[in-house]
C-alpha cells in the first residue's frame, strides 16, 4: 500500500512515527498521525486544514493541546468521559490520581518512569502501528479509490481521520474540520480521461 503513498503522505507517517518516538509511545496512534498533518505546509491536507479554520499557529495549537488532554484521559474521547459521568464516574480525578501516584501523562499510553521522565525505546526501535492508525491508513485506501484518486495522499489520511471514531476525529469536528468540509475544499483529483 504504501507504493501509492505521494510524498506528502509519506512524510505524514514519517512524522507521526517520530512523533510517537519522541514521546515514548508503544505505537504510532491516530492522534500521531493527525500532529503530523499539523505540521504539512504547501500539500493538499495543509491547504484543507487551512481554508477550514486551522491556517494559524494558534489554531493548529489548540488542537495539538485537546489531542493531548485526550491522550492523559487515555484516549478517551470526550463523549466518552460524558458517558462515564452518566454512569457516577469522575475521568478527571481518575486521571488525577493516577498523575499524583505516577506522574503527569502516566494514562496516555506512552512509556513513563516514576517522576515523569519518558522510558525512551531502545535505539533503532521505532514503535510500530498501533490499531488506530492502521484503521487510518486502510481508510485513506478506501477514501482514494472511491474517490478514484491515482494515489494516496496527506488530504486522504485527513479525510480518514474526520470519518473514523476516536480522538482525532472528535478533536478535528470540534474544530470545524469534517469530511464534508475537507472534501468541498479538496476535491478529487480524477485520472486523464476519466
Same mark, same amino acid.
Given at each position: 500500500?504504501? +507504493?501509492?503513498?505521494?510524498?506528502?503522505?509519506?512524510?505524514?507517517? +514519517?512524522?507521526?512515527?517520530?512523533?510517537?518516538e519522541?514521546?515514548? *509511545?508503544?505505537?504510532v496512534?491516530?492522534?500521531?498521525?493527525?500532529?503530523?498533518?499539523? !505540521?504539512?505546509?504547501?500539500?493538499?491536507a495543509?491547504?484543507?486544514?487551512?481554508a477550514?479554520? #486551522?491556517?494559524?499557529?494558534?489554531?493548529?495549537? &489548540?488542537?495539538?493541546? *485537546?489531542?493531548?488532554?485526550?491522550?492523559?484521559?487515555?484516549? #478517551?474521547?470526550?463523549? !466518552?468521559?460524558?458517558?462515564?459521568?452518566?454512569?457516577? @464516574?469522575?475521568?478527571? +480525578? @481518575?486521571?488525577?490520581?493516577?498523575?499524583?501516584?505516577?506522574?503527569?501523562?502516566?494514562?496516555?499510553? !506512552?512509556?513513563?518512569?516514576?517522576?515523569? &521522565?519518558?522510558?525512551?525505546?531502545?535505539?533503532?526501535?521505532?514503535?510500530?502501528?498501533?490499531?488506530?492508525?492502521? +484503521?487510518?491508513?486502510? &481508510?485513506?485506501?478506501?477514501?482514494?479509490?472511491?474517490?478514484?484518486?491515482?494515489? @494516496?495522499g496527506?488530504?486522504? #489520511? #485527513?479525510?480518514?481521520?474526520?470519518?473514523?471514531?476516536?480522538?482525532?476525529?472528535?478533536?478535528?469536528?470540534?474544530?470545524?474540520?469534517?469530511?464534508?468540509?475537507?472534501? &468541498?475544499?479538496?476535491?478529487?483529483?480524477?485520472?486523464?480521461?476519466?
Amino acid at each position: 500500500m504504501f +507504493e501509492r503513498f505521494t510524498k506528502d503522505a509519506r512524510a505524514v507517517v +514519517e512524522g507521526a512515527s517520530a512523533y510517537a518516538e519522541e514521546s515514548g *509511545a508503544r505505537s504510532v496512534d491516530a492522534e500521531h498521525l493527525l500532529l503530523a498533518l499539523l !505540521d504539512r505546509e504547501g500539500s493538499r491536507a495543509s491547504f484543507a486544514l487551512a481554508a477550514l479554520g #486551522l491556517a494559524e499557529p494558534e489554531a493548529r495549537e &489548540r488542537v495539538r493541546r *485537546a489531542v493531548a488532554e485526550a491522550r492523559r484521559r487515555a484516549g #478517551l474521547t470526550r463523549a !466518552d468521559a460524558d458517558a462515564l459521568a452518566g454512569l457516577g @464516574i469522575d475521568v478527571s +480525578e @481518575i486521571v488525577a490520581r493516577v498523575e499524583e501516584a505516577h506522574g503527569v501523562g502516566a494514562m496516555s499510553g !506512552d512509556r513513563v518512569r516514576g517522576g515523569g &521522565r519518558r522510558a525512551w525505546p531502545s535505539a533503532g526501535r521505532r514503535p510500530g502501528f498501533g490499531r488506530g492508525a492502521k +484503521e487510518v491508513l486502510e &481508510r485513506a485506501l478506501r477514501v482514494a479509490l472511491a474517490r478514484r484518486d491515482r494515489g @494516496i495522499g496527506d488530504e486522504h #489520511l #485527513l479525510l480518514a481521520l474526520t470519518v473514523l471514531p476516536g480522538v482525532a476525529g472528535e478533536v478535528l469536528a470540534d474544530h470545524g474540520v469534517t469530511f464534508e468540509g475537507v472534501s &468541498r475544499v479538496c476535491p478529487a483529483t480524477r485520472p486523464a480521461g476519466g
